[in-house]
């Protein structure tokens, strides 16, 4: 129960902290604001990692290695694109 | 690795996390505000390989190589016009995977006979639902925009709402009975498939042009998924990532409804609100239009000391944004102030024509948003409206009754003349008529944006 009260003040605390910091951003940026958000919803990567490297029977293995590589497409494709776009936006400056 | 150490380095990729985010603020710094970002999700990849929990490296390069591969080629190959599609198949496989990593925890957990606690099945129960409906639901959601199997159109049939309510109702109660009884894993894939199909049904009644809402709550669901994948392996890294895109998504489909002034929940009913009383289009357009040619056109910008463009999605459509910075050139050539005016939802995501602009590059300092531009836009010479046609519409002003009334719309019509592109008068999502293509300083130029654009090129080149 313990654990369960410090994981929900840390979830509490962090989305009013974004509701703080996605506010600062200007709607000229809300592309790359989604695709950038985006990848770091690919941090399940640390839970796949996990269950990929368990040393489980064969069906979870097959699954967790699905799940390795569904979260990196998140976070690299993210990463990258957003990077491709923002990239546009500083050369953009004239 | 003690595990101390390791919990100090997800701490540290969420504080990479966070400064990534606020450096989104500018500009200037939101290119370093990607790269700290995605330096500390590589942080935390790789200190997670030294978790005392993993003991079998075999299988892990197989994902990483293929995921960051698909990932990568996807990244670099995509056009900038087809960014709505990239990011709802992006968010797809982040709620797939956290569906999964939930999956094969309950069935480690109960083929190993851990003790369960209740937190964690919840946990699972949330996990399984909120990705299984986020993966779902980012295909229909990237299928539409693509125009592949179902098009862009929204899709209604009788019960549509009584079912989806029925789905959820069916989640709750095989997440409550998985919550019961742990060690039945087979509950768990039946509420995936049940809220797979949930996640099908929520988005198709929504139509092309309320995507951006939906690509943004997408967004967010994807970041809640990760977050309760967080509560499952009880990691803070996921759980404050999660939280952090969770709202980001919350804020930014926010800011798309206020932009069309409806409600979330109208936008996902695929509601639009009354059209009666509407006057028909016959009634606004008959005998008052005036088409143009380039040439006319031209003439126009010789006279013009300061042109408003202002685009939409079939900007985007037809590709032309190459283009409109080629012809904006050449009017900055002659002297001629050129601006951008962009309405919040122009597009099928938030942000969209900016992207599209930028890759043209076009400076940033010349869009404008809304609240920018409209005070001004009476001292506009040429406002050239290129593929957008509701959020021009003065009816959302005049009109309160009507469809988008009292949706916020760039002031075109208050330029001292109007050049419409557009391929003919059919409407735009909202169905209606634009009183704008009939007012007596409107002219209408039809063609496809792209050619449209050529030839005015090719016609202030002879000028």
Not at chain 2, 207 to 224: E, Q, T
Not at chain 2, 309 to 315: D, H, I, T
Request: charge should be neutral.
């Amino acid at each position: 129960m313990e654990t369960f009260v410090i994981a929900l003040t840390v979830f509490i605390l962090a989305t009013f902290l974004g509701f703080e910091v996605i506010t600062k951003v200007p709607p000229l940026l809300h592309t790359p604001l989604v695709s950038g958000s985006n990848a770091i919803s690919g941090i399940t990567i640390v839970g796949s990692l996990i269950c990929a490297g368990g040393g489980f029977e064969a069906v979870a293995a097959i699954l967790s290695v699905c799940a390795v590589s569904f979260a990196m497409i998140n976070v690299v494709g993210g990463y990258l694109v957003t990077h491709r776009m923002l990239k546009a936006f500083r050369k953009s400056r004239t | 690795m003690s595990l101390n150490i390791i919990n100090f380095a997800y701490i540290a990729a969420a504080i990479c996390f966070i400064l990534g985010l606020k450096m989104m603020a500018h500009p200037r710094t939101s290119v370093k505000g990607n790269i700290i970002s995605a330096a500390g999700m590589l942080l935390a990849i790789v200190f997670t390989l030294w978790d005392r929990e993993i003991v079998d490296y075999r299988l892990i390069p197989i994902g990483l190589v293929i995921g960051s591969g698909i990932g990568a080629v996807l990244a670099l190959r995509i056009k900038m016009t087809a960014m709505p599609q990239m990011v709802a198949l992006l968010n797809g496989f982040g709620g797939a995977a956290s569906t999964l990593v939930a999956g094969i925890e309950l069935m480690t957990a109960s083929a190993r006979g851990t003790v369960i606690t209740d937190q964690f099945t919840i946990a699972v129960a949330a996990s399984g639902l909120i990705g299984a409906v986020t993966f779902w639901g980012s295909y229909v959601a990237f299928d539409k925009l693509q125009e592949w199997i179902l098009g862009g159109k929204p899709y209604h049939f009788p019960g549509q709402q009584l079912l989806n309510v029925t789905l959820l109702v069916a989640c709750v109660i095989v997440g409550v009975m998985i919550v019961l009884n742990p060690s039945a894993v087979y509950l768990y894939w039946i509420l995936v498939a049940i809220a797979s199909v949930l996640g099908v049904m929520f988005v198709l009644p929504v139509g092309g042009a309320d995507m951006p809402v939906v690509i943004c709550l997408l967004n967010s669901y994807s970041g809640m998924a990760g977050c309760a994948t967080g509560f499952v392996i009880n990691n803070n890294a996921l759980i404050i990532a999660g939280a952090l895109v969770g709202s980001s998504g919350i804020i930014l489909s926010d800011i798309m409804c206020r932009a069309m002034n409806r409600s979330l929940f109208n936008v996902l009913l695929g509601v639009l609100g009354p059209t009666e009383g509407t006057p028909t289009a016959d009634a606004i357009y008959a005998g008052k239009i005036k088409s143009v040619t380039a040439e006319e056109v031209s003439m126009l910008f010789d006279a013009a000391r300061r042109v408003v463009f202002v685009p939409g999605y079939g900007l985007a459509v037809s590709q032309a944004h190459h283009v409109v910075k080629d012809l904006a050139n050449m009017l900055e050539a002659k002297g001629i102030e050129v601006d951008y005016a962009i309405h919040p939802v122009a597009g099928r995501m938030p942000g969209h024509m900016n992207v599209l602009l930028a890759e043209a590059d076009v400076p940033y300092d010349k869009m404008k948003e809304m609240d920018e531009i409209n005070p001004t836009m009476s001292q506009v010479d040429v406002a050239v409206v290129v593929g957008a046609n509701d959020v021009v519409n003065p009816m959302a002003r005049t009109d309160p009754k009507c469809v988008i009334g009292g949706m916020p719309i760039i002031d075109a019509d208050k330029a001292r003349t109007v050049v419409v592109i557009k391929r003919s008068l059919s409407p735009g999502f909202a169905g209606i008529p634009n009183p704008l293509f009939a007012m007596d300083h409107t002219l209408m130029f039809f063609s496809d944006a792209k050619k449209a654009f050529i030839d005015l090129i090719a016609a202030v080149k002879a000028g």
